[in-house]
């Protein structure tokens, strides 16, 4: 039963990945937290771990599909890698305190995140398209650095919300429209998880290898086929599908979770 809930949570992991740039984070953690009483500090290093393959793979489908600012993309790459090293730290110590409380925490983001999805759905910028070649402002690109960096430090501390938070940045701040913005955030977020996978372990994080490979291996097959699939799907129709599916694994896991397994 443990081993079908791994994949369950992997392929999840992987669709909201590739179909909108969430970290895998926001299904991996309330699935091991809630279900599989995982400590919150060892689950968060999993699901990054599985965030790095699946938004690597992801943000390689985007490029081929010309949906990807390498330019912009690195410079906001930089200040997140430095907060991702600083939030990796600040979960250890949280950890130390609460030892669910991340989990707890992603479970009710994933909530709201979901609710935000439907209510109030991210359909893109005002630019058709953004060339890797085009100047952005310098007030707009050092604002985006700034909080690349903070968005590094939720990461790194939570494993969950990186994603949508970078994606607001791309879509709000920069003006990409949504598929470049998605594609742009995944290969972002590519960095960040590798930095904070690193600085989990380097903190004494645990890994069960078995365990740990089935999530990864499921959550990158899902990631590839959403990618695929969101670079020709309508953009309203992710939104919707991606939020309630946020809101119902979140739900089941916190009520499970809370009456004990």
Known sequence: MLYLIYVIAGLGAGIVTGLAGLSAAVVITPFLVGICNWHGYEAVTVALAADVLASLLSSYTYYKNGNIDIKCGAAVALTAFSGSVSGSYLGYLFSLTSENGLGYLVMILNIFLGLKFILKPVTGGTREHVSAK????????????????????????????????MLSVFTLVLGYNLKIAVGTSTMVMTLVALTGTVSHFALGANFELISGLIIIVTCLSG??????YANRCNIKKLNYIVGVSLILLSTISLVFNLSGG
């Not at 690349?148 to 990186?162: A, D, H, P, Q, W």
């Open 223 to 228: 990631a590839v086929v959403s990618a695929r």
């Open 134 to 165: 085009s100047t952005i402002k310098n007030k707009k690109t050092l604002l985006a650095m700034i909080l690349g960096f903070l968005i590094g430090i939720e990461c790194g501390f939570m494993g969950s919300g990186g994603g949508i938070l």
